[in-house]
């Protein structure tokens, strides 16, 4: 409908905070500690809860290429409630800084997400990745097995997490070549420089990058969002910086292997895993899935079209976050004993 909610729109109903990837800390004002300038990221607050007020928060980590901006339809039909709910833009993508000669990983990405949930207090929360925060999502899983293993107490507790398009295991990647591989070579970035400067070529390098389904009647004005949501602030760049997250889920194979993270976490946490039925990038994945988690018993389900879910198909994906939200008590007062597993 023509409800859709623009990368403008989305840009201005949220913040640019101080961070400090040093300090791994973010800061409440723009003055670093010593002398490191902090850089700025985009974070959006739904219905945050009152003042010293211990809630299951809802956590949404952003895909690659799109960021923050993907989940946009998203949160328009999920609306005020579940929340309260934080949406991360980490540094590269969308609104936040894109530093040029910073390492960027998911280890890194795991630490704004914990400064994050410092800042605004997050005890504990459910946590929803889109595509590639998957591999922040196990980095994060395993800080906190690690912990509950040396018998610390966690600053904070992912509940429950709900796996979308993601990357699961490191021997079951399988990107066309023309995709994300060649982002990272010496093409892509000369193919990035040129799409950062015209618009209209990106816009249809990105129609014809299989980010949808064949079936899917991308618009011109959803492509040009895109487009301003990915290249805001010189962010086509990031698109080349940070192609190599499968060879860096590959080199982390054994310390985010999913299977072992479920085994030693499902007691205490909830895993939901979905696939798109029409996703070119990680068919195996779900495959995989299906053979080594299914008897674990985490649910797995599939949502229809490509791989962007969260433009073809908002509303499933809004509904399903919805219920698990519901299941595992988002915007309940976390003093009481969380709630049993399903």
Known sequence: GDQRVTAREWFASGARRPYDPIARTMLETARGEGSSKPLHVFEKVVAPPPAGVDVRWLTMLPGYPDGSYGYAQVDRYLG??????LYVEYLGQGDSDKPKRYRYSSI??????????RAHGIRR???VSFDY??????????????????????DVTIDAVFIVNGGLFADSHSHPWDTT???GTPV??????????????????????KLFSPSYQVTAPELADLSEAIRRRGGAAFMHRAAGFVDEHR???????????????QDTVAFHIAGSKEDPFEPGQIIAARKRLAPLGVDIECFPGGHLT?????ELLADAIRGLARVHGVGHTTRAASPARK
């Open 108 to 117: 890194e990405r795991a630490d704004l997400i914990q400064a994050q949930w």
């Open 80 to 85: 005020a409630a579940p929340g309260p709910r």
């Open 133 to 154: 925060s998957s591999l922040a999502l196990l980095e994060l899983l395993r800080r906190q097995q690690e912990r509950n293993a040396a018998g610390e107490h966690p």
């Open 181 to 183: 591989p060649m982002l």
């Open 188 to 209: 892509g970035r000369v193919a990035m420089w040129i799409g950062q400067h015209m618009p209209r070529v990106f816009e249809w390098t990105l129609r014809n990058a």
């Open 125 to 127: 929360t459910m946590v």
């Open 251 to 265: 080199r982390n194979a054994e310390r985010w292997d999913l299977a072992a993270i479920v085994r030693e976490l």
């Open 310 to 314: 969260t433009s073809e198909h908002p």
